[in-house]
């Protein structure tokens, strides 16, 4: 495998977690062409020898963080789109570091959820309501950035997006 390779997947990688972090930002929809090219991502970056976990990690690590982040959508705590970009994203953090992926996204969502707290309290309370839930697209807080961010930051930390 050529040296460029190994830059490559990494900047790949922080490209997709940007445009769906972008797109849930904008339009509060995360593509879901964003998360299947950051799932074959992982499998060329595996075969490629140039993933920052091994395979069985990643399929572990994904194994877990669909059914909790599922559950988190089935009661309507996150979208769709973020339990999907979150389990994509678990691929590239493995076992090892899926804790500390977990971790860091509650603390930027937190973070995140206050901001919106702040600037926006009557749009924010109103998104905690199944009427402002049900207004749909443009409401509630876009939990695909600080996913999209605690992956890159899981990524500076395993190696992966090496700086």
């Keep these: 495998m050529p040296a460029w390779s190994a830059y490559v997947a990494p900047a790949l990688f922080v490209a997709l977690l940007g445009a769906a972090a972008l797109s849930d930002l904008f339009r509060r929809k995360i593509p879901n062409w964003t998360v299947l090219a950051l ?18 990690s990643a399929l572990f690590a994904a194994l ?3 059914p909790v982040t599922y559950g988190l959508y089935h009661f309507g705590i996150m979208g769709a789109g973020d ?16 804790m500390q992926f977990a971790v860091i996204t509650a603390m930027l969502g937190g973070l995140l959820a ?11 309370f109103r998104g905690l309501t199944t009427a402002g839930r049900a207004e749909g697209a443009g409401s509630g807080v876009p939990y695909g950035v600080p996913i999209a961010l605690a992956a890159a930051a899981v990524g500076v930390l395993n190696g992966f997006l090496s700086v």
């Design 114 to 124: 206050i901001g919106f707290l702040v600037v926006r309290p009557r749009r924010a």
């Design 64 to 66: 877990i963080a669909f």
């Design 83 to 98: 339990a999907k970009l979150f389990t994509a994203a678990a691929l590239f953090a493995g076992l090892t570091w899926l």
């Design 39 to 56: 799932v074959g991502l992982y499998v060329v970056a595996a075969f490629a020898h140039v993933a920052p976990t091994g395979p069985w």
